[in-house]
């Protein structure tokens, strides 16, 4: 159990600090989840994965110390509206409308990349519960889609859609602070940009390069897209988590006497 404090800890914590509403909260959820993880050792059988038997644990917590607020139904907005396809969507100008629209690597604009950090938990904070959860999962604590559908005791395929409208939720939230440039109209039909959106969720989830080269996109699913990136790495610049130092004295000392 130890060895499980030691390797994984500070990644629950990370997770803690982006699914709980305080960084006390998260604390406690790292705490209630070793003491969770060391009454329930001597029956873990190793039919999974220790870490993700430790994340599924994390996540039963969460669920038991916010059940009102995570169980709380939703509202589940079409893809063509987080994309902003559907009519009336707004359309927003920030400074940063220069930055977005210039051809240069989006990775290797430091000044964007920042501000977007700046604000990326706030963003965060604002996608529905249930998607929040499946993104920080995959985009954060750099799960795999069947790791994620292990942890949280649902089906890849369920996994899989939470993870892209998290994903797409997160990209409204920072778009309507004003971050991103405005997208240009589709010059193709909107079944098309839906559909090579598809595919380019489906390559982020695997890591890897977009299939389809930017000359054969339209300019509003290549400034979208170069905007999900810039997003899926910012997410990726969380990963690293610390806990506070009392909490893992706090920890070890649980993990000694047990």
């Not at 604002?126 to 499946?134: D, E, G, L, S, W």
């Not at 395929?157 to 409208?165: D, N, P, Y």
């Not at 602070?177 to 909107?190: D, H, I, K, M, Q």
Request: net charge negative; aromatic share 4%.
């Amino acid at each position: 159990m130890a060895a499980l404090l030691d390797a994984y800890g500070d990644r629950v914590y990370a997770l803690g600090l982006r699914i709980c509403p305080t960084g006390a909260e998260a604390e406690d959820l790292v705490q209630e989840t070793m003491l969770a993880a060391l009454r329930s050792w001597p029956r873990f059988k190793g039919d999974a994965h220790a870490y993700t038997w430790l994340f599924r644990i994390a996540m039963r917590t969460c669920r038991r110390m916010h059940r009102k607020r995570v169980g709380e139904p939703e509202q589940l907005i079409p893809l063509a509206e987080l994309m902003g396809l559907s009519e009336g969507s707004a359309l927003r100008t920030s400074a940063l409308t220069e930055a977005m629209s210039s051809e240069a690597d989006i990775s290797q604009d430091k000044a964007l990349q920042e501000e977007v950090r700046r604000r990326l938990d706030a963003a965060i904070e604002r996608i529905p519960p249930v998607h929040r959860v499946a993104l920080v999962l995959k985009d954060i604590a750099d799960f795999s889609l069947d790791e994620i559908a292990e942890i949280l005791e649902i089906q890849p395929a369920t996994a899989k859609t939470r993870v892209h409208r998290g994903r797409l939720h997160l990209r409204r939230a920072l778009d309507e602070e004003g971050l991103f440039a405005p997208l240009p109209s589709p010059t193709v039909p909107r079944q098309v940009c839906l559909d090579l959106l598809k595919a380019k969720l489906d390559a982020m989830d695997r890591g890897a390069d977009f299939p389809f080269p930017h000359g054969e996109l339209c300019d509003r699913c290549v400034a979208l897209f170069r905007s999900m990136d810039l997003t899926k790495e910012a997410c990726a610049s969380l990963r690293d988590g610390t806990m506070p130092a009392t909490l893992r004295e706090r920890l070890g000392s649980l993990v000694e006497e047990a």
